[in-house]
């Protein structure tokens, strides 16, 4: 039976209408690391650094994607609720074409000054070209895939979660079977990994673009559009925290492998990108959770039903606390084997991997909490408590932590500044849950 935004949703019926957007982000972050084996299996830990140095400007500047993805699913939730379809697919429109427009100019600018990036970060002369080769071909699909992670949000709102699943599928498969041949078999090294790259980003944006254009079953669909500075404005605003959290995972990674580089080199560049490869696997069933039911909290917000809101904020608490306590035990578990998946070459390496992965599964018992309640608002339609949020937690809480722990820890204070900075995000949460708890009645109304 097929499940609607306006449904009562009980455990199950919950976790079925989530779960594509969780498989969705899980397979992102399989083929991700798909690329992650072969580069560092094939190519050396030199271009495995490398990439996961410069992979975090790249995802800046993809994170225009987010933006309209979560801040659009949440203004176009609202009038879906309140019974004008005509309204939300104008809205819809516009952002697409907006986007598009956008992500070319955004790719040609990242093309230009991705040299003088890399140098600025502190690229060594053996890692630069690497960076520089890698990032220019994997832009020129930065479009598409700014498209692709709209699509993503977009497909959860317009009823059709399972759309953004194959997408996903695609290209995934696409990609690790790209990174096989011209990387595995036709030896051609980070070029084969870019262009795999690439060529699976091309795939991901171009296919729902078709889909929502062409007759289809689902809610939204792509049309005419007049601009709407006031709808762009609220969508921005709505996925500000994205926008947020997003660059600042991504400048926090950088402050990392400054740190890093600092007290571990090469190394430990390495060993922090298996980390973050792995850890993925992890977060992204939270991400994925907290994006699949953003759009079931933004309907009811809009058809102001606040027993389901409390209904759906009780059932996601429950289920995030289980689940946290499960993928830390799990974290504990196969570090070993993570690490050796990449890294079983070097013993050194291997065993600083091992340690600090040790140490960051700690941070899964905390972080489902202010993901989810960065989503959570951000539906709410209140996008500067979402931001705050984000901001917090990354540029603030992790950005503190791994400047000055490591004064006093040294390595192990920046495998240590994770958890500290999740507890802290974790603790604000759930005071902004309290205090907006009379704004938004989703919490304490009669059953």
């Known amino acids: 039976m097929e499940i609607k935004l306006s449904d009562h949703f009980t455990y199950g019926r919950l976790l079925r209408f989530a779960m594509p957007s969780m498989l969705m982000m899980l397979f992102t972050s399989l083929y991700g690391i798909a690329d992650g084996f072969f580069i560092s299996n094939f190519t050396g830990k030199t271009a495995f650094a490398a990439i996961n140095f410069i992979i975090p400007f790249l995802m800046i500047l993809g994170t225009l994607g987010f933006i309209v993805g979560t801040g659009g699913s949440a203004l176009i939730g609202k009038p879906l609720g309140e019974k ?11 952002l697409i074409y907006i986007t598009a427009g956008a992500g070319v100019f955004v790719a040609a600018a990242g093309i230009i000054f991705i040299r003088p990036t890399a140098v600025l970060l502190g690229a060594d002369e053996s890692m630069l070209e690497i960076c520089v080769t890698y990032g220019r071909i994997v832009l020129l699909g930065l479009p598409t895939l700014i498209l692709q992670f709209a699509f993503e949000s977009f497909f959860i709102v317009a009823e059709k979660p399972k759309m953004g699943l194959y997408n996903t599928l695609v290209c995934g498969g696409l990609n690790i079977a790209l990174d096989f041949l011209l990387i595995g078999v036709l030896h051609m090294g980070i070029k084969g990994a870019a262009i795999a790259t690439l060529i699976s980003h091309l795939t991901g944006g171009l296919i729902p673009l078709f889909y929502f254009t062409g007759n289809n079953s689902s809610l939204l669909r792509l049309g005419k559009a007049s601009f709407n500075l006031k709808d762009l404005l609220k969508t921005l605003g709505n996925g500000s925290s994205e926008f947020v959290s997003s660059v600042s995972m ?22 922090y990108g298996v980390m973050m490869y792995v850890s993925f696997i992890f977060i992204s069933m939270f991400i994925g959770y907290s994006s699949g039911v953003a759009p079931v909290v933004s309907y009811h917000f809009g058809a102001k039903n606040t027993k389901e809101l409390e209904n759906l904020l009780k059932k996601s608490m429950t289920i995030l606390s289980l689940a946290s306590v499960f993928m830390f035990a799990a974290g504990q578990l196969f570090a070993r084997p993570f690490a050796a998946f990449f890294v079983g070459y070097d013993p050194g390496l291997l065993e600083l991997t091992v340690k600090g992965f040790r140490f960051f599964s700690f941070s899964f018992l905390f972080c489902p909490f202010p993901i989810f309640g960065s989503s959570l608002f951000t539906a709410l339609n209140d996008g500067l408590t979402s931001a705050v949020i984000s901001f917090l937690r990354t540029v603030i809480f992790e ?14 204070g920046i495998w240590l500044s994770l958890i500290a900075a999740e507890v802290a995000a974790a603790v604000l949460t759930f005071t902004f849950l309290i205090i907006k708890r009379p704004k938004y009645k989703y919490w304490g109304n009669e059953a």
């Open 84 to 94: 004008e379809p005509e309204r939300a697919n104008r809205i819809f429109s516009m």
């Open 250 to 271: 991504s400048t926090v990674s950088m402050l990392y492998n400054v740190q890093l580089m600092k007290y571990a080199g090469e190394n430990g560049i390495a060993a």
């Open 399 to 412: 950005a503190a932590a791994v400047l000055w722990l490591p004064l006093l820890l040294g390595l192990n």
